[in-house]
């Protein structure tokens, strides 16, 4: 389980290789959370290398698409598998975040 952090323009984009579950997901957070301290203000992650996300997952990126709005940022999901788009879609969230089928599609987006 890794997150790798890089600028592309002025957007943050986070990669998130593995799982996000219970054992990892405070990183995530604290991650953007430092970016966003930094002053950053537009996020992407992006869940093409990601399997499984768990429910302590989702809230986490529910707090941080909080956090980041209360900021006057915003927060893009991108590349989430079909076992991932289903649990977005019977969560509703899909309805809370903006979901793009690729990396590049989510970068034009912003």
């Known amino acids: 389980m890794s997150f790798t952090i890089r600028k ?18 405070q990183e995530l957070k604290q991650k953007v ?7 950053e203000k537009r996020f992407l992650i992006d869940f093409s290398q ?7 997952g989702l809230g ?8 980041i709005r209360e900021q ?3 927060l893009r999901l991108a590349d989430l598998n079909d076992d991932l788009k ?7 969230l899909d309805t809370l975040f903006q979901i793009s ?6 970068l034009e987006s912003f």
């Open 101 to 106: 089928d690729s990396r590049e599609r989510a």
């Open 8 to 25: 592309q323009g002025e957007i943050v984009v986070v990669d998130v290789e593995g799982q996000l579950i219970v054992g990892n997901r």
């Open 50 to 56: 990601t399997g499984y996300i768990d429910s302590s």
């Open 86 to 92: 289903t649990l977005f879609e019977l969560t509703k």
């Open 33 to 39: 959370l430092d970016e966003l301290e930094k002053g």
């Open 72 to 74: 006057g940022g915003e």
């Open 60 to 67: 986490v990126l529910v707090s941080l698409s909080k956090k």
